[in-house]
């Protein structure tokens, strides 16, 4: 007996009997054949440009990562209706299929970013750093080896444009850029603000590559450090602690962007490296 179904419960008389089998969102690979398969069909409809090159297709395909494959097929039958055939704007109509799923995980906010680096001023260095690692997330720098960046901490005082950066990290890279507030994280149900933290981290990974952005991360987890247990009864910790693992685990490309202004105030243990790429004084 194959039992199907989006959600684990099973009975506690049942536990010993069942196996659990994770069903993994489709791969690149699956949606290059669906794309192939399409392309296919409409190359001998006129009214219809069946030609890509490799650039938009591969764009196109990182574009669909995080979609189930009829959520794919739909999408691509949209942007054939209204482009007539598949371009660079293409990408436009698959991140907007996007931005629904992300808005229905409540936890994360889909942050549509205008600037871009031209738009900060200064800052020499990370933007020489970010405009190196611009094709660190394509299928060439896979294939070669690299590995994809994990992530940048931004440290500095007040309005000199560490935000600012953030937003303009995903237009450079045209990456989505996902805004995590921290404050809705934290539920009133026990366990509950931990079983958020690795939703949101769910959905991130599933839509990757994208951009994470925690803004004022010093501000959300003051309280993980000694206090925590006796202000909170330790769920800042432990949300804290699943954060922090997922950060020095992560093998999604999932680019983390967290802002502070107080150094004091953040745990030694995420300023390590590993946890962050590099950290950068504005």
Same mark, same amino acid.
């Not at 659990?20 to 006129?46: Q, R, S």
């Not at 094709?135 to 080896?145: E, H, I, L, N, Q």
């Given at each position: ?12 008389? @049942?536990?010993?009997?069942? =196996? ?13 054949? @669906? ?46 209706? /209204? ?16 931005? /629904? ?12 970013? /205008?600037? &871009? ?10 933007? !020489? ?22 992530? +940048? ?17 995903? /237009? ?15 539920? !009133? ?6 079983? &958020? ?32 247990? !006796?202000?909170?009864?330790? =769920? !800042?910790?432990?949300?804290?602690? =699943?954060? @922090? ?8 490309? +999932?680019?983390?962007?967290? =802002?502070?202004?107080? +150094? ?19």
């Amino acid at each position: 007996i194959i039992i199907v179904g989006p959600t684990l419960e099973i009975p506690s008389d @049942l536990e010993k009997d069942i =196996t659990v089998m994770d069903f993994e969102l489709p791969c690149a690979d699956d949606f290059t054949a @669906l794309l192939d398969h399409i392309l296919e069909e409409i190359k001998d409809n006129p009214k219809l440009n069946a030609d890509i090159n490799e650039e938009t297709r591969e764009k196109i395909i990182h574009a669909l990562l995080g979609l189930t494959l009829s959520e794919a097929e739909n999408v691509l039958a949209k942007t054939l209706v /209204q482009k007539r055939g598949f371009d660079t704007n293409s990408v436009e109509i698959i991140v907007s299929e996007k931005k /629904q799923i992300i808005r229905k995980s409540g936890l994360l906010e889909y942050y549509h970013a /205008q600037e &871009n680096l031209d738009s900060v001023g200064g800052m020499d260095t990370l933007k !020489s750093w970010l405009t190196k690692r611009s094709v660190a997330f394509t299928d060439r720098a896979r294939d070669f080896g690299l590995p994809a960046p994990k992530g +940048v901490l931004l440290l500095g005082v007040q309005g000199c444009g560490k935000s600012l950066v953030a937003r303009a990290i995903s /237009q450079v890279w045209k990456l989505p850029l996902l805004r995590f507030d921290v404050g809705r994280v934290f539920g !009133s149900l026990v366990g509950s603000s931990e079983g &958020n933290v690795r939703r949101a981290i769910r959905v991130a990974e599933s839509i990757a590559p994208t951009v994470f952005w925690i803004d004022e991360i010093d501000k959300a987890f003051k309280g993980s450090k000694d206090s925590s247990a !006796s202000t909170d009864g330790g =769920t !800042s910790a432990r949300v804290f602690g =699943t954060f @922090l693992t997922w950060l020095s685990e992560k093998t999604s490309p +999932v680019f983390v962007v967290a =802002t502070a202004n107080d +150094v004091s105030s953040l745990p030694p243990e995420l300023l390590r490296k590993g946890r962050f790429d590099e950290i950068f004084f504005v």
